[in-house]
Each structure stands twice: as structure tokens, then as C-alpha cells.
């Protein structure tokens, strides 16, 4: 089992950047791959971006690509988000989650969870 703390949430205006943290402690990081996944009020909670635990396949959404990256630091365990070119749509609770599955993009593939850290982007 692996716990996940995010971290580094906050508001910004339009444009700006924030970069989320999730530390994992529990079982061997390095084994799990890492995901990101987003919940807007009244929206359902949807996948943001993954990368595999050996940090060679990485997946995002069309709505992030080009300005979110993830990476992860398997010394310390963690994983980041780095959000660049913040819209008012990228509000939402942002919540770190891992799966021992080799890729995923769903909510199902992944058992463990943090309990988010809220993004606020003002225009």
C-alpha cells in the first residue's frame, strides 16, 4: 500500500504557473506509475496526466497537453505537476493517485489516492 500527499495548490491569475507535489510513502515508489487527475464543481473527476514507474511512457489529456508536465523523482519519492499557461478551466481540486498497473487514464485503474489540493485560476 503507498499513501500520497499533494501539495502546492493555491490561486493564480490567468497565464500563470503553479507546480503540485505529491510525495508517496508506503510500498516502493519506483513501482507504481503516478497519475494526475482533476474534479471541477460539478464535474465528475477526470485523468490529467500519468507516467509509467519507469518514467518512459507518459500520458496527458488534450486539454493540458503542451502547457502540464509531470515528472517524478524517484529518490524522494515524489511526483510534480508543473502547470504552465493556467486557464480559468484548469480550476478544480487536482488530486495525485497509483496504480501498480504498467500505464492507466481511469479512475478504476488506480486504488490508491491523495485527498487533493485546489487549484483556483482567476481571469
Known amino acids: 500500500q503507498v499513501q500520497l500527499v499533494e501539495s502546492g495548490g493555491g490561486l493564480v491569475q490567468a497565464g500563470g504557473s503553479l507546480r503540485l507535489s505529491c510525495a508517496a510513502s508506503g510500498r516502493t515508489f519506483s513501482t507504481y506509475t503516478m497519475g494526475w487527475f482533476r474534479q471541477a464543481p460539478g464535474k465528475e473527476r477526470e485523468f490529467v496526466t500519468a507516467?509509467?514507474?519507469?518514467?518512459?511512457?507518459?500520458y496527458y489529456a488534450d486539454s493540458v497537453k503542451g502547457r502540464f508536465t509531470i515528472s517524478r523523482d524517484v529518490g524522494k519519492s515524489t511526483v510534480y505537476l508543473q502547470m504552465n499557461s493556467l486557464k480559468p478551466e484548469d480550476t478544480a481540486v487536482y488530486y495525485c493517485?497509483?496504480?501498480?498497473?504498467?500505464?492507466?487514464?481511469?479512475?478504476?485503474?488506480?486504488?490508491?489516492w491523495g485527498q487533493g489540493t485546489q487549484v483556483t485560476v482567476s481571469s
Open positions: 507516467i509509467s514507474w519507469s518514467g518512459n511512457r507518459i
Open positions: 493517485a497509483a496504480t501498480l498497473l504498467p500505464a492507466g487514464m481511469t479512475l478504476s485503474q488506480y486504488p490508491y
